[in-house]
């Protein structure tokens, strides 16, 4: 067997379902600002930059 080197790294491909427009709200961790992100995208700020965001606790 030469010629093929398996690749073990990360197979993006079988997560990639139907997580299509589905924004989860961020609460950010230096403004308190109310952040909504889309899967994939960079958890950043979009009011003061801060890339620290906490997951909204829905249970209140
Ligand atoms: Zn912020």
């Known amino acids: 067997m030469s010629g093929y ?4 790294s990360q197979t ?3 997560s990639a379902i139907d997580i ?3 924004a989860v709200s961020y609460t950010c961790g230096d ?3 109310d952040v909504q992100l889309k899967r994939g995208e960079p958890i950043r700020c979009r009011n003061c930059g801060h890339r620290v ?3 909204k606790r829905t249970n209140r």
């Open 12 to 14: 993006a491909d079988a």
């Open 31 to 33: 403004c308190d600002g």
């Open 5 to 8: 080197a398996p690749q073990t």
């Open 20 to 22: 299509h427009s589905r």
């Open 53 to 55: 965001l906490y997951k």
